[in-house]
């Protein structure tokens, strides 16, 4: 009998595990679920209860206390698959000789890891981490990860509430006081019971630690690269993702609706952000990963390129599997498919014209980097929105 081979999954910095019902990875786990058995990776997908923003060190033992317990209920192999700070989470957790809070066995834990696969990840850093951490604040980036629940659960959020967090972001100014609250409060008034109980307390963890912000700014990130080590003969593979940059093409793409032009607002700040002071940098690209994204971007991004959180060329961080135009929500299908069963909300409209389709492609890439990884020598494939 052929041992297991488990796929762990971990969030983002607007990540939730712990939220019963909320699908921050609800598509993801379900398609590769499906895909996995056919592939030889037959195992659990679990889900990593993380902390939202709070440290580099504590969310990457919380990963490994994760993996570990996945190892004690069924020995074998793990495949971890990290979003956007997940997957420096990721790196962090496997590098040789790293020391973690946790009373886990952290290296019994990282030795069981096969491959590593890092989507839409901030390796470089993301200049949006600094307008969290300063003039926007702790007001702004509790209101955006309360918005993004709202989202997932309830597939758009009331249109005052959009237009005033877009405000925000345009003019690059904390809210004025008790403005913060009174949105919260309209936002949180849609849930009730046991399911407010819980998103009070993860909206509590966000307040309570932020030390994450901080650490994925562009200068603080040059410091981990310096400092965490690849692990020797583990395959490490990346998902790359770009939204086009706002102007009259997305905004006619979001159409009419007020909603969809009030989430476009929302992006196009967000986008202003993520692109900002990042003139003149670039990764280390070798031949195959040049390639992936010259197929599927016309060329190579420009340093500003972005998905609205996290510059394109930021992500770069080992074998290039598959590279997209979408932004940072939608390569975990929260993209606008609402016939789909279960159906897709879209985060924001940013024109990307992301599909179920490309979403397919984009995690069976994924998917068969897991089985192989060793086979894996560039993407196999790379994907793009109509023009």
């Known amino acids: 009998m052929s041992r297991a081979h488990h796929v762990v999954l971990v969030p983002g910095f607007f990540g939730f595990a712990n939220l019963g019902d909320f699908t921050y990875f609800g598509h993801v786990r379900d398609l590769l679920a499906e895909l996995g058995p056919a592939l030889g990776v037959e195992g659990e997908v679990e889900v990593v209860r993380t902390e939202p923003t709070a440290s580099l060190p504590r969310r990457a033992a919380l990963l490994c206390e994760a993996v570990s317990t996945v190892?004690?209920?069924?020995?074998?192999?793990?495949?971890?698959?990290?979003?956007?700070?997940?997957?420096?989470?990721?790196?962090?957790?496997?590098?040789?000789?790293?020391?973690?809070?946790?009373?886990?066995?952290?290296?019994?834990?990282?030795?069981?890891?096969?491959?590593?696969?890092?989507?839409?990840?901030?390796?470089?850093?993301?200049?949006?981490?600094?307008?969290?951490?300063?003039?926007?604040?702790?007001?702004?980036?509790?209101?955006?990860?309360?918005?993004?629940?709202?989202?997932?659960?309830?597939?758009?959020?009331?249109?005052?509430?959009?237009?005033?967090?877009?405000?925000?972001?345009?003019?690059?100014?904390?809210?004025?006081?008790?403005?913060?609250?009174?949105?919260?409060?309209?936002?949180?008034?849609?849930?009730?019971?046991?399911?407010?109980?819980?998103?009070?307390?993860?909206?509590?963890?966000?307040?309570?630690?932020?030390?994450?912000?901080s650490q994925l700014a562009p200068a603080s990130m040059e410091l981990f690269n310096a400092s965490t080590k690849d692990r020797p003969g583990l395959p490490y593979g990346c998902v790359v993702s770009r939204a086009r940059p706002p102007g009259l093409k997305s905004l006619l793409a979001a159409g009419f609706d007020p909603y969809a032009q009030a989430t476009h607002a929302l992006f196009v700040g967000l986008y202003r952000f993520a692109g900002g002071g990042q003139a003149g940098w670039l990764p280390k690209l070798d031949q195959a990963g040049a390639e992936v994204l010259r197929r599927a971007y016309g060329r190579i991004p420009p340093a500003q390129a972005n998905d609205g959180i996290v510059p394109t060329l930021s992500q770069v961080h080992g074998t290039v599997l598959h590279a997209a135009w979408a932004d940072h929500h939608d390569v975990l299908g929260h993209f606008h498919g609402p016939t789909h069963v279960p159906p897709h909300f879209d985060w924001m409209a940013s024109g990307s014209g992301f599909t179920r389709a490309q979403f397919e492609a984009l995690w069976e890439d994924v998917a068969a980097f897991l089985a192989r990884p060793e086979a894996v020598r560039g993407a196999r494939r790379s994907a793009s929105a109509p023009a």
């Open 71 to 213: 190892l004690d209920r069924a020995p074998g192999a793990v495949s971890v698959v990290g979003h956007s700070s997940g997957g420096v989470d990721a790196r962090l957790f496997v590098s040789p000789g790293v020391s973690l809070p946790t009373g886990a066995d952290v290296e019994r834990c990282a030795r069981a890891v096969r491959a590593v696969v890092t989507v839409s990840a901030p390796h470089h850093g993301t200049p949006l981490s600094r307008a969290f951490g300063g003039m926007l604040g702790q007001q702004v980036l509790r209101l955006l990860s309360l918005s993004t629940i709202h989202v997932l659960r309830t597939g758009r959020l009331p249109l005052t509430a959009v237009l005033k967090v877009a405000r925000f972001l345009r003019l690059g100014k904390a809210p004025p006081q008790g403005v913060v609250e009174q949105l919260s409060n309209q936002l949180l008034s849609d849930f009730s019971g046991e399911k407010r109980r819980a998103v009070e307390a993860y909206l509590a963890d966000v307040n309570s630690d932020q030390g994450l912000m």
